[in-house]
């Protein structure tokens, strides 16, 4: 037999024992004795260094025939090739039949990496052969040999999650180019088999990257990308020989139109004074399942033609170079890879793009929300680079929005917007979520006082030196809003002495070293992981709870000292019940309201302590908890109140939360009528002195209920 594999690589036989074998002596011994292999010879090559182990291998058939009635024997030659650099390497299978029917056989490489071997060999493992084989030995090996041959002919080679490709190696470079935009092209084309032009750029030689848009006469390119494509005849064959020269396309049907593309290139573009001597060829090669590594049905299969536009010579005979095709980053892939093709996103508002914040905003938009308007007025210091997303020192000076916007554009080769503007006089803010990152209790009133502002809030804010990370996501229609779950959350300190702790956690007065602008900008000392890890919160809430109604908080428990104890823990809000007494807004959270009015299925009254908080600046009393002292006299038509546990429990709340909760008012229940206050009501109202700027008085009344503002005498 000539033009055999013994032929092309001038193997030299050599003896088992040798020298030459002896850092393959665990391959040949697991060879020797495995039931399924005998080993013929062992050959070296002067062009290929390693070993050859030939081996007749026994192959067990199906009674009903071997699958597809592909051209296999129940005894069939291979050679196991093992690089020199064994056993760092997994060994290669190479075929010793030339007519061994590989057109037929999914799961083959083309070619044995890092040498100059280009024929086809079985991809025995999907993931990466090498650490597999190391982990796993040369016996193990063996049986895998075996295995793929089983599968091979009982049909199970092909699996139902796709149609596998072969896997290239040694090929002469890459080109990136966006699938999805491929596709697009031969949907929209009005004939079904059709080529366009595309503009190509390339890095270094051996890197192209082909853009999103067809190719312009301006465009100075070194040479053309043709994008060839046949969308009704599906191909299940696999192209089982290199592609050397431009003949060995004719198997795909997309490939009838290069030569007509190549004359019409020449007519319209072809500039006589640019040497143009290659053009780049994608051809999208219809299969019969989904391709694996393209989530579409067409595998994308790339050369590089060397095709004279000058000579205009017989294309069949061009040499022809294979390309490792690779899909650009999409929308639609990023949103594959992240697993959020079904979560809704709605556009984002980032308030903020420091270390948090930036961390944060592009951990969103590598999971699918790329539709971002980017707001900081703060510009890129040396030092933010510890921290701070961006690590490129050339980037330092720049406003940090900016910044963030570029990174994100460069991903998806789009522009992002951001704006330099002070976020307080944001005056038009666009649709959707706002992020906030900022830490600053400034843009916290400014987004609770102004009323264009009606776009659900997730606050996000690092404490305790890093140990907690506190993200606050509001309701619908802002109920409950971000002070309402600050105070929701306060209360929580009184069962969860973490909380208690946090609140009454004491910033170091004097720290290592202030960083900053003049006297007004001080950083504190945190590492970047301890910020990433706070980061990574926020966009699972985001995927988690984008779509619920309901306000959450979550605390993100961290201590780089101690690993063990770090928790999440995630609390769903209370609605507030929202009233108005004047200037005054009154938030009482519906819990607490539905406890009080049960009290008027009695048929006597009842009174409470009213626990909570009062802004001043917002003008607002907010109600998270009620005390009823145990000793209460009631009667039908009067209460009075006790005093018993009252101190206690008022000491209680204040020392928990650091005095952030407090007595803020009054409650009591009327049986009958609309709330109307009784003249010992109204007598106990002029009485009051309130401790705060303001308290609250309420009654409750089975037609309705009343709210009373008692405010500081002058």
Same mark, same amino acid.
């Given at each position: 037999m000539t033009n055999t594999i013994f032929d092309s690589y001038e193997f030299t036989k050599i003896a088992a024992g040798s020298e030459e074998t002896a850092k393959y002596a665990s391959l040949i011994e697991s060879v020797e004795k495995n039931n399924s292999m005998t080993m013929l010879d062992l050959y070296v090559s002067p062009l290929v260094p390693g070993l050859f182990i030939h081996v007749l291998l026994s192959i067990s058939i199906p009674s009903r025939g071997v699958f597809d009635g592909m051209d296999i024997k129940n005894k069939e030659e291979i050679l196991i090739f093992a690089k020199d650099n064994y056993p760092y390497s997994a060994p290669a299978i190479l075929f010793v039949r030339n007519d061994f029917p590989t057109e037929s056989i999914p799961h083959l490489n083309l070619g044995v990496s890092d040498t100059p071997i280009k024929r086809l060999n079985p991809c025995l493992y999907r993931g990466d052969i090498d650490e597999w084989f190391w982990q796993n030995g040369p016996d193990a090996y063996c049986d895998r040999v075996n295995a793929w041959f089983s599968d091979l002919v009982n049909g199970q080679l092909i699996k139902e999650d796709g149609f596998e490709i072969r896997r290239q190696e040694n090929t002469s470079g890459i080109v990136e180019v966006n699938f999805d935009f491929l596709e697009r092209n031969i949907d929209s084309f009005g004939k079904d088999k059709g080529y366009v032009f595309l503009a190509m750029g390339t890095r270094d030689g051996n890197y192209f990257k082909v853009f999103d848009h067809e190719y312009r006469p301006n465009e100075r390119e070194e040479f053309p990308c043709m994008f060839v494509f046949d969308r009704t005849n599906v191909i299940s064959k696999y192209n089982s020989t290199p592609l050397e020269a431009e003949k060995d396309l004719r198997s795909f049907p997309c490939e009838s139109r290069i030569a007509h593309g190549l004359r019409r290139f020449r007519a319209k573009f072809y500039n006589p004074n640019q040497k143009t001597d290659k053009v780049m060829v994608i051809m999208a090669v219809k299969r019969p399942l989904q391709v694996i590594g393209s989530f579409s049905e067409y595998e994308f299969i790339t050369v590089l033609m060397h095709y004279d536009f000058e000579t205009n010579p017989d294309i069949y005979n061009c040499p022809i170079e294979e390309m490792l095709t690779i899909s650009s980053v999409s929308h639609e892939m990023i949103e594959r890879l992240s697993g959020t093709e079904s979560v809704k996103k709605e556009p984002l508002n980032i308030f903020g793009c420091g270390a948090l914040g930036s961390n944060i905003a592009i951990n969103l938009f590598r999971m699918g929300y790329i539709e971002q308007k980017l707001y900081d007025e703060d510009i890129l210091y040396p030092h933010n680079l510890i921290r701070h997303f961006e690590s490129n020192g050339l980037f330092i000076g720049w406003p940090k929005s900016r910044i963030m916007a570029c990174e994100m554009g460069s991903i998806l080769g789009k522009k992002v917007e951001y704006h330099q503007e002070d976020i307080l006089k944001i005056d038009n803010l666009k649709e959707g979520f706002i992020v906030d990152s900022t830490a600053s209790k400034r843009i916290l009133y400014w987004e609770l006082q102004n009323k264009k502002i009606r776009n659900r809030i997730l606050r996000s804010e690092i404490y305790m030196g890093g140990k907690l990370g506190i993200s606050l996501f509001e309701g619908k229609e802002k109920n409950p809003d971000l002070m309402d779950l600050q105070i929701q959350l306060y209360k929580k300190a009184l069962n969860n002495q973490a909380i208690s702790q946090w609140l009454t956690?004491?910033?170091?007065?004097?720290?290592?070293?202030?960083?900053?602008?003049?006297?007004?900008? !001080?950083?504190?000392?945190? !590492?970047? %992981?301890?910020?990433s890890n706070h980061a990574s919160i926020v966009p699972h809430l985001m995927k988690k709870n984008a779509c619920s109604d309901r306000g959450m908080i979550c605390l993100n428990f961290f201590d780089g000292d101690d690993l063990s104890n770090n928790h999440i823990e995630i609390y769903e809000a209370t609605e507030m019940v929202v009233s108005q007494v004047d200037d005054w807004a009154i938030h009482i959270e519906t819990e607490i309201q539905v406890k009080v009015s049960n009290y008027l299925n009695e048929s006597i009254e009842n009174a409470g302590l009213w626990i909570g908080m009062v802004d001043e600046k917002l003008h607002r009393i907010t109600v998270v908890d009620t005390y009823i002292p145990p000793d209460n006299k009631r009667q039908k038509n009067n209460v009075t109140m006790?005093?018993?546990?009252?101190?206690?429990?008022?000491? !209680?709340?204040?020392?928990?939360?650091?005095?952030? +909760?407090?007595?803020?008012?009054?409650?009591?229940?009327?049986?009958?009528?609309?709330?109307?206050?009784?003249?010992?009501? +109204?007598?106990?109202? %002029?009485?009051?002195k309130p401790s705060n700027i303001a308290f609250l008085m309420t009654i409750f009344a089975p037609l309705k209920t009343r709210h009373w503002v008692i405010q500081e005498k002058e």
């Open positions: 956690y004491e910033e170091e007065e004097n720290m290592p070293f202030h960083i900053g602008v003049g006297c007004s900008s !001080d950083t504190m000392v945190l !590492d970047a %992981a301890t910020i006790g005093k018993q546990g009252v101190w206690e429990y008022i000491k !209680d709340i204040t020392t928990k939360t650091n005095g952030l +909760l407090q007595y803020v008012g009054e409650w009591h229940t009327h049986t009958i009528g609309n709330g109307t206050p009784s003249p010992c009501d +109204l007598k106990t109202f %002029a009485e009051t």
